[in-house]
C-alpha cells in the first residue's frame, strides 16, 4: 500500500511558476513509475507528465512540454511537478499517482494509488 500526499498547490498570476510535490509512504516507493494528472472543472482528468522507477527526463503532455518538468528523489520518497511560463488554462485540481507496474503511462486506469489533490489556480 502506498499513500501520497500533493502540496505546493496555490494562486498564481500568469507567466507565474508553482512547484507541486508529491509525499509519498511505503518501502517499494522507489519501484513504482510516478504520475501527475489534472483535472479542470467540466472536464475530465488528464495526463500531464510521468516518470520512471528509475528517474530519467520523464515524459508530458503536449500542452505542457518545455514548460513543466517532473523529478523524483527516491532515497526521500517524493516526486516534483515544477511548472513555469503558467497559463489560466492550466487551472486545475493536480493529483499525483503511482504505477505498480511501472510503465509510466498517461492512461490513468494504469495508475493503482491516488493523491487526494492540490488546488492550482492561475489568474490571468
Known amino acids: 500500500q502506498v499513500q501520497l500526499v500533493e502540496s505546493g498547490g496555490g494562486l498564481v498570476q500568469a507567466g507565474g511558476s508553482l512547484r507541486l510535490s508529491c509525499a509519498a509512504s511505503?518501502?517499494?516507493?522507489?519501484?513504482?513509475?510516478m504520475g501527475w494528472f489534472r483535472q479542470a472543472p467540466g472536464k475530465e482528468r488528464e495526463f500531464v507528465a510521468a516518470i520512471l522507477w528509475s528517474g530519467g527526463s520523464g515524459y508530458y503532455a503536449d500542452s505542457v512540454k518545455g514548460r513543466f518538468t517532473i523529478s523524483r528523489d527516491n532515497a526521500k520518497n517524493t516526486v516534483d511537478l515544477q511548472m513555469n511560463s503558467l497559463k489560466p488554462e492550466d487551472t486545475a485540481v493536480y493529483y499525483c499517482a503511482a504505477d505498480r507496474a511501472g510503465w509510466a503511462s498517461k492512461d490513468d486506469n494504469d495508475y493503482d494509488y491516488w493523491g487526494q489533490g492540490t488546488q492550482v489556480t492561475v489568474s490571468s
Open positions: 511505503g518501502r517499494t516507493f522507489s519501484s513504482y513509475a
